[in-house]
């Protein structure tokens, strides 16, 4: 159809026409958000690499599809359970005490992880634990 504007003297407030502007504004930014939200799970469904976070329990929240080359998990069967399923034992999950130990970040740790068929694979990781507004601790 025909493009309308509408003048402020049919609105008959001048606060509805600031009103109208503003959730033009919300509603632009609100795009923006969408696009660079698609942008960035495109980015992270072609990763090579593994990238994954949990909750502050350790419950697998995301993962990439990469964990299929690496571990033999597809992440469908990975998500909403415990990260320690991947690993094998107590000693390998240092990775949390070093994290607390290093101000909540690691680089280049050195640990095994347990593929689905049982073999073991030995990777470095770096991880970080992913903090609230207050500083709580919501993740890794």
Request: proline fraction near 3%.
């Amino acid at each position: 159809g025909a493009d309308r504007y509408i003048r402020p003297a049919e609105l008959g407030d001048e606060s509805m026409i600031a009103d109208l502007i503003e959730l033009a504004r919300q509603y632009r930014e609100r795009q923006h958000q969408i696009q660079r939200g698609t942008e960035l799970q495109i980015a992270l469904e072609n990763l090579q690499e593994v990238y994954y976070r949990t909750d502050a329990e350790g419950v697998v929240t995301r993962v990439t599809p990469a964990v299929v080359d690496l571990l033999g998990w597809k992440p469908a069967e990975l998500l909403g359970d415990s990260v320690m399923r991947v690993y094998p034992d107590e000693a390998e999950r240092g990775i949390v005490d070093a994290l607390q130990a290093n101000d909540g970040s690691v680089d280049s740790f050195e640990i095994q992880l347990e593929r689905k068929d049982g073999s073991l694979v030995d990777i470095v990781t770096s991880s970080h634990f992913v903090t609230d507004q207050e500083g709580a601790v919501i993740g890794v």
